[in-house]
């Protein structure tokens, strides 16, 4: 499946999604780092890990900066 539709959540779908953004960021390809991020803060939701998710939404805002 499709993982931007399944309803598959486990934290080993989130850091390497969270990593892949941070790496398409570092490449300044933004459209790619926002849409790896978004798949991690899904994740990050779902698995009801705050932290991670307000560090990540932090980090999606300082792209958009």
Request: some cysteine; overall charge negative.
């Amino acid at each position: 499946a499709h993982l931007g539709v399944s309803k598959l959540v486990d934290p080993d779908i989130a850091w390497p999604a969270q990593l892949a953004g941070h790496l398409a960021a570092s490449a300044g390809q933004s459209a790619r780092a926002c849409q790896a991020w978004a798949l991690s803060l899904r994740q990050w939701e779902a698995l009801d890990k705050d932290d991670e998710s307000a560090a990540l939404r932090q980090m999606m805002a300082s792209l958009d900066s």
